[in-house]
C-alpha cells in the first residue's frame, strides 16, 4: 500500500484523523504568540504524569497503614522513591503552573471579551485542584497531614443542615482508621475526573484564538517546535525540583508518622495550600475558615463581573497592573505568614494580608476599572 | 553544536563522579555534605555512625524502616550484614529481618517514649546539624533554671530539657579505621549516619538528578535553535 492509498484506508475508517490532519496542515494561527499561552498544555502534560505516577503508587498504599505504606514505597519498591518523587515534584509544578496562569488571566484581563467560560474554567479547574492535592497530602500519613485531617474531621461533624450533611458523607464521620480508605478513592476519582474539566477548558479556549492576520501559519511545524522549547524548560525545572529538592515547600515534621496524642509543633501545610491556610483566619471558627476559603475562590470567579472595564483582553493600564503584581505579592506573603511559627504578629499579619486580598477584589478593581475606562 | 553535545556526554559523568569524592564531614564549624546541594555520603563515616548508633543508641531506640540487608548499601559486605544481625539478636535472625526492636519499660526515662529514629534526621530543617547539637549540647543547668524531675538540661533541644541522660561519653566504641574518638567525633559519625537511614537514596537521586539536567539543558538549547530556525523560514 503506498502512502496515498493508506491515507484513504484510514480516512475512511477513522475520519477524526483527516480532520486532524488538515487542522495541522491548514495555515490558520496567527504568528508570534506568546510562550505563556502554552501554560494549558503544560498543566495538561503534568496531570498525565500525575495520574501516572499516582497509578504506581496506588499500588502499592494500604490506606489502613499509610505511613508505613508510603516508608515501603519510597525504601522497598524498585525506583519507588523515584516515582514518589516525580509524584511530589508534579505537584509542585503543577500548583505553580496553575498559580501563573491564574496571575496572567488576572493580570492581562484575559476574562473580557467573551473570555469568561476560559476564566470560570481555569478558576473550576484550580478548585478542584486545590481539594485533590489537600486529599492527596492526607495520604502521606504524616503528622502534619493527620493533625489537619482530624481537625477537618471533627469541625465536619459540628457543621448543622445541608453542609453537615454533605460534610459528613465526605468523610464518613469523626477521623478513623477508614477515613484515609475513602479519602483515596476520592483523591483518585478527582484526579482522573479533572481531566473532563481540561477537555471543557480546551474547548473554551479554542474558541478564543486570535485572528489570524495577513500572513497565517500552520500549527506544524511552527508551534509543535515552539511547544517543544516550552516542554523543555518546564521539564527542566521539574527535573530540578524532583532530583535536588524532592520536599519543596513540606513541612519537615509530615516526615514523622501521625500520631492522635501528639500535636505538631507547627503544623503548616504543603506551599500550594499555605495562600488559603492563612486565609482561614479572618473569620472566626471552623466554619468562618470555610467560608473564607470559599470566599477567596468566589471572587476569583466573580472576577469578570467585578471588573467594570468594558475595554477587551490584553488592554488593562498602568494601576491596575501594579495593583495585580502587589495582589500577587500579597497572596506569596499570605503563605509565608501562614508558614511561620504561631505567634500574636504572624496571626495579625494574616488578617491584614487577607483582608488586602478582600479589598482588592471588593473595592479596588471595580474602581480602578472604572476610573480607567473612562 | 555537535561539540557542544559531545562536552556534555563527556562532562556528564565527570560531574556525577566529583558527588562523592567532596563528601567529608567536617567538625568545626559542623558540615553535613548530604545537606548541600550536590553533596552525599561519605561511607567510611556513615559506618563508624552506624557502629555508634549499634552500640549506643540501639539498646533504647529501633530504626524500624531499616533490614540488616540495608547495611550492604553502605559498604558492609552479606556476610559481615549477617554477623551484625547475629550479634545483635540472640534468636536466629536473616538479612530480610528488621533492625531489632528494643524493649523499653514505659516508667524508664519519666514517662517519655525513645522516638524510632528511621526519619529523625527528615523531621527538622538541616536534620542532621540539629541531631549534632542535640548530642553535644548537654550541660550543667544554668543558674536559674528549675529542671523537670528525672530531666537533663540540654542547649540543641527545644525547651531545654531533656529525659534522654547525655548518651555519648567520647569513648563509647572503638573505631576500626584508627579515627580518633571524641564526643563530637560521635555525634557527627552519627548524625551522618541517621541522615543516611532517613534518605538513603539521595546518592542515587542526585547522580541521576545532575545527567538529568545536563540532557534537559542541552535538549532546551537544541530545540530553541531548532524553533528559532523554523520560524526563520516563514514566507
Redesign the interface.
Known sequence: MDIEAQKAWSDRGWPDLAVWRARAETPSLAREQPYLDTLPALITGTLLVLAASGLVLAVYYNPWAPYASVQFIKREVNSGWLIQSFHQSGTTMLFGAVYLLLFRGILLRLYKGSGEFVWLGTVALASVLLLTGWLGYMLSGGAVAGASLRQATLSAETWPGLPGLLASWFFGGPHGPGTLARLAVLHAVLGVAVFALVLLLRTARKAMLPAPGAHPVTFHPYYTAQYFVAFTIFALIFALFAFFAPHFGDNPLNAAPANPLIMPINPTPPWFLAPLSAIRVVLPGDAGGVIAVLAMLGLLFALPWLDRSSAPAHRSGFLYRLLVVVLALDVIALGFAAACRPSVTAVILQIVFALWYFFHFLVLTPLVTALEAK | MRRLLLTALLASPLLASFVPAQAETTLSPPHFPSQS?LGGYDLATVQRGFLVYQTVCASCHSLN?LHYRDLEAIGFTAEQAGGIAALANEKPTSLEDRFKSPHVTSSAFSGATPPDL??LA????N?PLYIYHLLTGYAATPAGTTLLPGHFYDSGF?GGQIAMPPPLKGHDVAYADGVTTSLPQEAADVSTFLAWA?D??LD???Q???R??LF??F??LL??A??RR??SE??
Do not use: F, M, Q
Not at chain 2, 527528615?122 to 530543617?125: C, I
Open positions: 546541594l524502616a528511621s526519619n527528615a523531621e527538622r530543617p536534620g527545644p532517613a538513603p537514596n542515587a537521586r542526585r541521576v538528578g545532575v538529568a539536567v534537559l539543558i535538549l532546551c530545540a530553541l531548532t524553533k523554523i520560524w516563514t514566507v
